[in-house]
């Protein structure tokens, strides 16, 4: 890495050779769940996109192509950096990307044009590829299995949390800054820069060798510890995850379920000005209770799959209430429901939406541990480089597809990704009924790779 054993000396100081317990673990986490709210409020343009684009002189496709392409970088940053996130530890690529981001968003309140637009999208992709992976592996290295989906839950206080923040700040404070688009940019900059600083200060990584241990509960805490200090440090080689059809399958399968999230993310607000002709304000206050409610259910629902030991049936129940609920939600376009309405509608969307992905991350993350733990960061990165591929294509073909066949044309696309989901949940490994061990749990495969670079 770069200014060599320095560098390395230092981040080895950080890190900590016991499992923590208690209200260290609370404050890990923690700390965990702000880094990637940073990260994720860092790069929220949804409530300004009515006013950005115009200012910018971009049409619609246009704009969605220049996501879509910084998007499919946020996938590249991801993949390249997991199996140094796993070499070196997570915490270093959280502290860079933040303090490098935040700075980037306080840039785009300086944009005024389309080329430096990109250019600082693109900045803003690669922090928040890197971090990606670099936040999912801490959380996982916090928590032991049964607890995990929680922790989870709480770590999409990130990318939900930031969604709910970005409409809710922009619905208060864009009429009292006359709709300026950059204020939005400014309050956001400043927040993270802040936040991101504390955050450094006090975030750490477990020791290697604890990062190679399976926790299944509490229990298995101190058995991890004595294990971590007896036993050497051993780095499976990435190609054990990148030839596991299972996490492809998974990875894919759970973000063509998220089609419809990617599109509320990035052109909900929108959506809700230019189908039902809600003001801007208006449009941004409905989106959050979206959030509200998705972040409140992700938590919920985490919780209670921790405590039934179980992911793939209440993933499953996710698919079948989104299923039955893009019915609803597609033929209300053409109608003009008051705001409260619309509320529920996007409640129960949120709610709905939390249901299949929360017990998806604790599956995916264990499923991980089960090939090898030392690969959490290799897998996540894989999770990334599929998330961010997948938003940009649908970023790129929502306002083609719209303009062809309309906006129920670009929803029945997301409801087709639901089903599909579904089908994915039914073919890979994964228990169905609670029987003693945790859905799944299996040996770790325990194949070296000598070498001391990724």
């Known amino acids: 890495m770069a200014d060599g054993r320095g560098l390395v000396q230092w981040l080895q100081r950080r890190e ?24 994720s409020y860092e790069g929220q343009l949804g409530p300004v996109v009515p006013l950005l684009v115009p200012a910018l002189h971009l049409s619609l496709n246009a704009y969605g192509y220049i996501v879509a392409a910084t998007t499919v970088v946020s996938g590249a940053a991801a993949v390249a950096a997991g199996p140094w996130i796993d070499r070196y530890g997570r915490t270093a690529f959280v502290i860079g990307g933040t303090v490098v981001t935040a700075l980037a968003v306080l840039a785009m309140a300086l ?45 999409t206080l990130g990318p939900v949390g930031a969604d709910f923040l970005a409409a809710w700040v922009a619905g208060w404070s864009l009429p009292l800054f006359h709709d300026a688009w950059q204020s939005q940019f400014v309050i956001m900059g400043g927040f993270c820069l802040v936040t991101g600083l504390v955050v450094a200060a006090f975030i750490r990584d477990l020791s290697p060798a604890l990062r190679s241990q399976v926790v299944r509960d509490r229990r298995e805490a101190e058995e991890a510890d004595r294990r971590a200090r007896q036993t050497p440090t051993v780095m499976a080689h990435p190609r054990l995850v990148f030839r596991a059809w299972h996490v492809w399958a998974l990875a894919v399968g759970q973000n063509l379920f998220l089609l419809i999230y990617f599109f509320t993310t990035a052109f909900g607000p929108l959506y809700l000005v230019q189908v039902f002709h809600y003001p801007p304000a208006v449009a941004a206050q409905i989106a959050s209770t979206f959030w509200l409610a998705d972040l409140g259910a992700l938590i919920l629902i985490g919780w209670v799959s921790d405590r039934a030991r179980l992911r793939k049936p209440f993933s499953m129940a996710g698919v079948v209430g989104m299923t039955i609920f893009m019915y609803f939600w597609i033929h209300l376009i053409g109608q003009r429901p008051a705001p409260s309405v619309m509320v529920l509608y996007t409640s129960l969307q949120g709610v709905l939406l939390a249901l299949g992905y929360g017990p998806w991350m604790a599956l995916y993350s264990e499923t991980l541990e089960d090939i090898h733990p030392s690969l959490v960061g290799t897998g996540w990165a894989i999770s990334g480089l599929v998330v961010f591929v997948v ?64």
């Open 111 to 155: 944009v005024h044009t389309a080329a430096a637009f990109v250019v600082v999208r693109v900045i803003l992709a690669i922090g928040y590829g890197v971090a990606y992976p670099a936040t999912s592996g801490l959380v996982r290295d916090f928590t032991p299995r049964v607890g995990r989906a929680l922790g989870f839950g709480l770590w």
């Open 16 to 39: 900590i050779a016991v499992y923590p317990r208690g209200w260290l673990q609370v404050w890990l986490l923690t700390l965990v769940v702000v880094a990637n709210l940073i990260h």
């Open 391 to 454: 938003a940009a294509l649908a970023d790129a073909l929502t306002f083609p597809v719209v303009g062809r066949i309309g906006y129920a044309g670009w929803l029945t696309v997301c409801w087709i990704g639901i089903v599909v989901y579904g089908v994915v949940l039914l073919v890979v490994p994964g228990a169905w009924r609670h029987a003693g061990r945790a859905a799944g749990e299996v040996e770790p495969k325990a194949v070296g790779w000598p070498s001391q670079q990724p």
